[in-house]
């Protein structure tokens, strides 16, 4: 069955790095777009970035455009978010999801993902 499962997460300093990872399985990761996605305690998950199958990457917040970059490595069926300059605002639980169906190019829209990991915390605090 398809599976997604987050890895990397854990407390950094402000202005930190973390490289998250998303395992997948059970499906054939070259012909899914793979988002990136975040809740911080009471607010709503909200999009980070996406990679679809011809590996274009799109970013859905600006306060991440710049620090967050996502890849994906077929071969290895994993999906990473690298965060760089990690401020206190980034503390969260970030999940990766798998768009809807194949060849479906990335969308911003938590709707159009309908397979989630259970996600792994990030704290970033001094």
Excluded: H
Excluded at 19 to 24: F, N, T
Excluded at 50 to 74: A, H, L, P, W
Excluded at 89 to 106: F, G, H, K, N, S
């Amino acid at each position: 069955q398809v599976q997604l499962v987050e890895s990397g997460g854990g407390l950094v300093q402000p202005g930190g790095s973390l490289r998250l990872s998303c395992a997948a399985s059970g499906f054939t990761l070259d012909d899914y777009a793979i988002g990136w996605f975040r809740q911080a305690p009471g607010k709503e998950r909200e999009a980070l970035s996406c990679t679809s199958t011809d590996d274009e990457k799109t970013d859905y917040v600006d306060s991440v455009k710049g620090r967050f970059t996502i890849s994906r490595d077929n071969a290895k069926n994993t999906v990473s978010l690298q965060m760089n300059s990690l401020r206190p605002e980034d503390t969260a639980v970030y999940y990766c999801a798998r768009i809807i169906q194949q060849y479906y190019p990335c969308s911003g829209r938590l709707t159009d993902y309908i397979y989630w990991g259970r996600g792994t915390q990030v704290t970033v605090s001094s």
